[in-house]
């Protein structure tokens, strides 16, 4: 079973930049793609960025794409996505999940998920 744990979020302004890591205890962690969806309020989840298993490949959706870089530890079982330049639009419940089945930018495609960490960007 695979547990992941997001930390990071918090308050910023326009402008700022956070970083979110996501932890997965467990030996498995480096045998998954890893996927950064985000879900603000009234709106559906959607797919941020992803990064295969060996971290040779990255992938964004168009909106934060030169803002956000996702980037994985595998030592430390780890998944990060940095946002620099974060804009209020960016405002919302940010989620990593991992997967083993091929397409990346779905969340169907994701069997495990955090609990999710709270972004909030000011204007």
């Known amino acids: 079973q695979v547990q992941l744990v997001e930390s990071g979020g918090g308050l910023v302004q326009a402008g700022d930049s956070l970083r979110l890591s996501c932890a997965d205890s467990?030996?498995?962690?480096?045998?998954?793609?890893m996927g950064w969806f985000r879900q603000a309020p009234g709106k559906e989840r959607e797919f941020v960025a992803a990064i295969k298993w060996s971290g040779g490949s990255t992938y964004y959706t168009d909106s934060v794409k030169g803002r956000f870089t996702i980037s994985r530890d595998n030592a430390k079982n780890t998944v990060y996505l940095q946002m620099n330049s974060l804009k209020p639009e960016d405002t919302a419940v940010y989620y990593c999940a991992a997967t083993t089945r091929p397409v990346l930018t779905s969340q169907f495609e994701y069997d495990y998920w955090g609990q999710g960490t709270q972004v909030t960007v000011s204007s």
């Open positions: 467990r030996r498995t962690f480096r045998r998954y793609d």
